[in-house]
């Protein structure tokens, strides 16, 4: 240790400059280096492309992950650094291969309709039907009732993409399609609609919840709820089309799709606006807020504050869409008496037993998540 | 767009394992060119370290990444891809920068005592400032008593970090100080201790508050809440200090303190209390629910999840500090029941009024956490 605060900083110009200057000689060469490596990924997605094999590879992409931590604990640096600067890498990487083509898994199928496909949800899928090669039409409710239902009747596939309140009664006034036409639809609570589509079209019918919205970088990682209806060998070719898009598809029946959709989304969406209606209330300064939040309480400010720069329409839809939802909110309700009643009692010890029996049953997430949520705080940057 | 899905992938195998080999060379040349730019950054910490700079530069920093961004621009690439790569290598070397010297602000000081040093957070106080030069030790239930009186009579700096109930206490019944010593604790409120330590030493005293736990990668961008209490010029080199580690100080006073706490501390791990419990007790399958969780989801998962892993007895005294915390949380079950009642009368209107009152509150900042998060998203992993 050297040196005390009356020292003078300015007589470590000399050598700082020196070394920033290597240091931008550094970074350019890591430039193109990183344009090296994505041109090379781009070209193996062309490969991909050309040959039908998914763009998101989870195992390979774990393997070569396993490779180079390994690397970089040879040449001493964090194998944690390593692989968040790869992952950074192959999700650009993902974000490019958005754009290109992909293989057309149903070569004789005909037209594709999306009704709603001027919605963004619907927009989104009706450009990668197009990048896979599909004659796509639009149908909207401007469109001409009677080019509507000729398009409609003559379509190979047909997906439903309006608002949750309007899909039953939009599925129930589809004119009658073609027998072997497949009928899908993208909402996101599907016990209701499942029955509409099934007693609208006797032919394949599938239910899709794609859950993400509609603006994201890629769809690689992304999940698609899939809630089979009629016939699921006739919709397989569109779950590989999925899964070529990068997306994960998982399987589910209507109702434990919409009891898990109760939980992940309505529960989550209410709980966040009940939080921001009462920070508002309480009207605290927020930048003040911001000013004494670490990143880890920036990041739960944000994922609060996140919500209203979206739709509200929407979210009343996706927390009122299912009346089991409006029930499971009652029992949080109660709950959140329970805490709050065992904090005003002072029960330090039935606080410590309740937290306890919580943390068991997330089991070994808790400690993950915890993990997790440090790797990501890394990432939550309070200067831009 | 070629090929169907019938073409054979096995064709495409020759060319991706030359593009694959390909790729795994620039990963290698990457490697080593990023341990050279981690290597150029620790001789520039070594230079700061020897003439008193702080490792954490925000405007330094913003400039020379405005700078990288345009030059991806000239070449094509993303400048928000360079833009995380270049903070993650500035991450990695904060995190080797944590463990360096650091100049010592307060060159006759004497010694510095630590009352509950061997608590976590005591504990990375402490070996901060065995890194920045001083003579520290840590006094400790189990110290003799007369050991410990005459190391605190003789301090320095006394740093008290002993749990949040037990402080004022331990305050009451230190020694006698050194007339020039520095009292400071590293409570989580602020109100009753400052009164304690101003009662308990008629010499310089300050309120600290780190906000982050005790086991952060680095103390870069993290904050620590700053209460003036008595003589700030006494104080002031503790402030540089801090600062030269990397950290933010915030200054504040004692009450704007706790209220802000009660909404920044309180209210939210509450909020994920009630919401955990609530969750425990629906005993939904929780690897379903990851299943079909999107990374947004997911994230929302992380964020409860994570408290259970940690200590039950820190959040129930963070929660119960405050008398003005539960008259606080009180307000958010009233809030809690507007927003239920609004949702079970089916008021939409309203819904969507409360929602853009909530949305106007946040103002600019709803927009911006909501690119914050994508930012963020991108790094949230379904798969390690």
């Known amino acids: 240790m050297t040196g005390g605060p009356l020292e003078?900083?300015?007589?470590s110009e000399g050598p700082l400059s020196e070394l920033r200057a290597q240091i931008d000689d550094v970074d350019t060469e890591l430039l193109d280096l990183l344009q090296r490596r994505l041109?090379?990924?781009?070209?193996?997605?062309?490969?991909?492309?050309?040959?039908?094999?998914?763009?998101y590879a989870p195992a390979r992409e774990q393997t070569?992950?396993?490779?180079?931590?390994?690397?970089?604990?040879?040449?001493?640096?964090?194998?944690?650094?390593?692989?968040?600067?790869?992952?950074?890498?192959?999700?650009?990487?993902y974000t490019q291969e958005k754009n290109m083509g992909f293989t057309r898994q149903a070569p004789?199928?005909?037209p594709v309709v999306v009704v709603g496909g001027a919605g963004r949800m619907g927009a989104?899928?009706?450009?990668?039907?197009?990048?896979?090669?599909?004659?796509?039409?639009?149908?909207?409710?401007?469109?001409?009732?009677?080019?509507?239902?000729?398009?409609?009747?003559?379509?190979?596939?047909?997906?439903?993409?309006?608002?949750i309140k309007d899909t039953v009664g939009v599925v129930r006034a589809l004119p009658p399609l073609r027998e072997d036409a497949l009928l899908v639809d993208l909402t996101s609570t599907k016990t209701e609609v499942m029955?509409?589509?099934?007693?609208?079209?006797?032919?394949?019918?599938?239910?899709?919840?794609?859950?993400?919205?509609?603006d994201v970088d890629s769809l690689a990682k992304q999940v698609v709820a899939a809630v089979p209806g009629r016939d699921p060998q006739a919709s397989r070719w569109l779950v590989e089309q999925i899964r070529l898009?990068?997306?994960?598809?998982?399987?589910?029946?209507?109702?434990?799709?919409d009891a898990a959709m109760s939980?992940?989304?309505?529960?989550?969406?209410?709980?966040?606006?009940a939080y921001g209606l009462h920070l508002a209330h309480e009207d605290h300064d927020l930048t003040e807020l911001l000013a004494l939040s670490s990143p880890i309480y920036r990041l739960e400010l944000i994922m609060v504050g996140r919500l209203f720069a979206q739709d509200a329409e929407l979210y009343y839809d996706i927390i009122t869409a299912s009346p089991d939802s409006l029930v499971l909110l009652q029992r949080y309700h109660e709950r959140f008496d329970e805490a709050l009643t065992l904090l005003r009692s002072g029960d330090r010890a039935g606080f410590v037993t309740r937290f306890a029996q919580i943390g068991d049953w997330f089991g070994p997430y808790a400690e993950r998540f915890l993990t997790e949520s440090r790797g990501l705080l890394a990432h939550a940057d309070t200067t831009r």
Chains 1, 2 share one sequence.
Not at 39 to 54: A, F, W
Not at 195 to 214: I, S
Not at 245 to 257: F, I, K, L, P
């Open 8 to 11: 003078d900083p300015d007589a």
């Open 39 to 55: 041109d090379l990924v781009s070209q193996v997605g062309e490969v991909k492309g050309r040959h039908g094999l998914p763009i």
């Open 64 to 93: 070569m992950i396993a490779a180079k931590r390994t690397l970089a604990e040879q040449h001493g640096i964090s194998p944690d650094f390593i692989e968040d600067i790869l992952r950074r890498c192959m999700r650009e990487s």
């Open 108 to 110: 004789d199928l005909g």
């Open 124 to 163: 989104l899928f009706a450009r990668m039907l197009v990048l896979s090669g599909y004659d796509v039409h639009v149908v909207e409710r401007d469109t001409d009732p009677d080019d509507a239902e000729t398009l409609v009747s003559e379509a190979g596939l047909v997906v439903i993409s309006v608002p």
């Open 195 to 214: 029955a509409a589509m099934l007693a609208a079209h006797p032919g394949p019918v599938l239910g899709l919840h794609p859950m993400f919205g509609p």
């Open 245 to 257: 898009w990068g997306a994960r598809v998982h399987e589910v029946s209507a109702r434990d799709h």
């Open 263 to 273: 939980l992940i989304q309505a529960q989550r969406h209410f709980s966040t606006f």
